[in-house]
């Protein structure tokens, strides 16, 4: 039978590339874990499942036939302003893909097999960008959010949640940059139908399988049609299982999943057949249901198309759960109406720059990214920049003082005027370090002005999980202590804290980090049995070090935790607040050379979420100093320092074991000298001196010691 199809060949050099890897669909994925964890929805699914076979099976002739089903479509692009913020043009190439292939007018039709071709079926649909969204305010179906949440995109990273539209009155479809379910090569996944909850109700596809065009160039656009098949009732054609059944007639049985299979394999059969395999025609491999390729897929049947019917319109005495997306009110609520007079959207304004973080100086280039409409016109403002004002699409801008910095943009279209303004958005350092590390530097978190002077925290999405200065916590140090409140934080989120920048040229021979912390996991274990086994799922704190003022940063492994490390309070039931200094742990390790004596250096403490299951964690103590050490210096010499905290005189006594030179000097936090007490020459032996403090501001300070060219400090607390 192969030769009836001979003009079948010319695919074959077209579908190879295709079948480099196995792109596959996530929806049984999530809806088997959907089902799993929630008996409601599991019970809903399958009374929607026991409604569809109890309808095809009395199903009435020519039911629903002339109705035309209008749906209201919104494009949720996710993006980190690279490729995957797609064109509004390859958005308009999918919905026409999306549209022929429904209604059957797809041009690879014409070689389907002739067998496959008698029991093709179309549905009179027709998916529309919405030009009124839920405020009934001017759209273009589009709309664009700034995230790393594109980032191995899943409903459990909160994807969905950074914006989606009334499931009832719009298809909802997020474009995302890479998508993780748990399981390598999903390119899309759709939530069924009473399924889920409305506000994660839709699909979603990865930017390089959308349309057919742009960074979809090598697809044909058919992973929305398998998706919305999903969406609309449809299920795999071998059932998810091995000699499933999809629960429609005019599917043949398959045995699995047809990677790679095309028209010119026709008739294909597996190696062992199903009961109930079409034994003459064999596997409908060119089904959208299918897994077979983009340039193999031809068809939906008629009873795969009366499923989608039904989906959408239910019977004579119930509506269908799609039912309210395409009634009339509907329609024009979302101005899809046949008869709505489109009119110029007001374009929504929105830009990014190639860099957040730089040196005093250094140039920053802004594209704006407006959407929703032409823009004809723009006007930049950038206080404390150099131009302060601009009119053209990308701008290039320095700063020449540190500083944190808005900036503001205001387009205008022939729909009208749109304004965004991003505060604290840029960061600018000197060239020259915040703190002259010539001392052992401490940070223990005790000054919340300090912090939010000289430490920048990053938290992309807005909530109170982030770092924050936390009190009434048992710590190493005594005082305050930084936390991430990780209990409740969604799966794949990043928390980050940047220092200030830090001169270490002046710092002797190796120079150290360390840290303390303490961190938990909860109770909700999901199908692990032990609170460690949750750590193979990704949580990770990680430490990076730059030296261009946060323009690029390099990761200093030994300072990695994760797995059990990164847990070593163990299980706790609530939100976690460290009780004891025996649930406290030390990290540390010598600098790589890119840090180690840097004249300007920044270090970036990064909590980044992997299984939800992680309870809050804790950062405290962190300690620059030289190799040698600050308690090995401080044990050597017998260092006393009393009373302390002081708001008086203050004595400070030691043992030098030689002859030597010794400087003793009282520093601020930022290794500003603000008393000398001692520079000179020592006899070995007992060493007392005195520090009147009463004319210092009350605040943290540190003793600088340096014998014998070794250095160390003690903290001073001053009331």
Known sequence: MKNLFTTALI???????????????????????????????????????????????????GFRQGEKYIIPVVVHVIHEGGSENISKAQIEDQIRILNERYRGENANRAITPAPFLAVAGELDIEFRLAKLDPLGNCTEGITRTFSHKTNSASDQNGVKDLIDWNCYQYFNVWVVKSIDVGQSGVIGYAQFPASGLCGTDGVVVDYRFFGSIGTASNAEGITLVHEAGHWLGLRHIWGDEICGTDGIDDTPNAREANYGVCINDFPYFPDTLCAGTDTINGEMMVNYMDYSGDQCETM???????????????????????????????????????????????????????????????????????????????????????PETSTIASPNVTYAAAGTYEVTLTVTGAGGEGTTTKTSYI????????????????????????????????????????????????????????????????????????????????????????????????????????????????????????????????????????????????????????????????????????????ENVKFKFSYEVGSGYGNNFYLDAIRIENITGVEELNTMLGVQVYPNPSNGLT?????????????????????????????????????????????????????????????????????
Request: hydrophobic share 35%.
């Open 11 to 61: 695919l074959t050099a077209a579908v190879t590339a295709s079948f480099a890897q196995k792109d596959m669909c996530g929806a049984d994925i999530l809806l088997k874990r959907e089902m799993a964890k929630n008996p409601q929805v599991a019970a809903q699914y399958e009374e929607f499942q026991r409604s569809v076979g109890e309808w095809q099976a009395n199903k009435p002739a």
């Open 300 to 386: 939906f049947t008629q009873d795969q198309c009366d499923v989608m019917t039904f989906t959408l319109s239910g019977t004579n005495d119930n509506n269908g759960i799609r039912s309210s997306l395409w009634s009339q009110e509907n329609q024009w609520a979302t101005g899809t109406h046949d008869d709505y007079v489109e009119t110029d959207c007001k374009p929504i304004a929105d830009f990014i720059a190639n860099k957040t973080f730089a040196c005093t100086g250094v140039t920053i280039n802004f594209d704006d990214n407006s959407y929703n409409g032409t823009v004809t016109s723009r006007s930049w403002s950038f206080p404390g920049g150099s």
């Open 427 to 598: 960061h600018i350092a000197d060239d020259a370090a915040q703190i002259n590390a010539s001392y052992t530097y401490f940070e223990d978190f005790e000054s919340q002005s300090d912090f939010d002077n000289n430490w920048v925290v990053l938290n992309s999405d807005n909530t109170a999980n982030k770092w924050e200065i936390a009190g009434n916590v048992t710590t190493p140090s005594g005082g305050g202590v930084l936390r991430v409140r990780n209990l409740g934080n969604t799966v794949t989120e990043i928390e980050e804290v940047i220092s200030p920048s830090y001169n270490l040229s002046l710092l002797q021979s190796s120079v150290i980090l360390k840290y303390n912390y303490s961190g938990a996991t909860t109770t909700f274990l999901g199908d692990h049995t032990t609170p460690f086994e949750f750590t193979v799922d990704g949580d990770a704190f990680k430490v990076y070090y730059s030296t261009n003022c946060g323009q690029s940063w390099t990761q200093i492994p030994q300072l990695a935790l994760s797995g059990e490390n990164l847990i070593n309070a163990g299980l706790y039931s609530a939100s976690y607040v460290p009780n004891a200094q025996s649930i406290w742990s030390e990290k540390q390790t010598t600098l790589p050379a890119g840090a180690a004596n840097a």
């Open 651 to 719: 004595r400070i006594s030691m043992n030098a074991p030689e002859n030597g030179k010794l400087s003793l000097n009282l520093v601020d936090i930022l290794g500003r000298t603000v008393a000398s007490v001692y520079n000179g020459s020592v006899n070995a032996g007992e060493q007392v001196y005195n520090v009147d403090v009463n004319s210092i501001d009350a605040g943290i300070y540190f003793l600088q010691i340096n014998y014998n060219d070794k250095t160390s400090a003690v903290k001073l607390i001053v009331q």
